[in-house]
């Protein structure tokens, strides 16, 4: 995708970054960005720009809370205009290797995190069930999700990645 097309794509679902004024609140209020490099401002800016931010790794660092969003004093849908990215990014087979991961973990097991033997065994030493409330207890619901997953085409998006 044209890096210019990213800010049309956005304004097409009326995430107008075109309205930002640069002043650095949704940057400076971001919890993530306290802990990571990630620098909302500096993404938002870079697809109003038409520059290339599909290959940022810190598109991915977003936790997407929306505090930047609540902050904007625009009303700029942040978040949203976030994960609209992401989306062109996913669609474009750019994907960090651990999403990718996350994804086949979803997939294979209809939750992000396998619960293996010893998690089983320190489940039941505290009085709970080997295996929780979940897909994995129930082998027809980890079907439906199976069958979910497929009819959206994920399981083709999720094997079209390389990672970003």
Known sequence: MNPSDISNTLKDASLD???CIQCGTCSGSCPSGRYTSLNTRRIIRGARVGRTVL???????????????????????????I?????????????????????QLVLQYGHAVPINDATKEKREKLGMTPVPETVCMYPEALREVRTLLSLCEFDKLCASQTPA
């Open 55 to 81: 290959h940022d790794k810190d598109l991915w660092a977003c936790t997407t809370c929306y505090t930047c969003q609540e902050r904007c004093p625009r009303d700029i849908r942040i978040a949203d205009a």
């Open 17 to 19: 970054i075109l309205q």
């Open 83 to 103: 994960l609209a990215i992401r989306t062109i990014a996913v669609r474009e087979g750019l994907m960090l290797q651990e999403h990718i991961r996350v994804s």
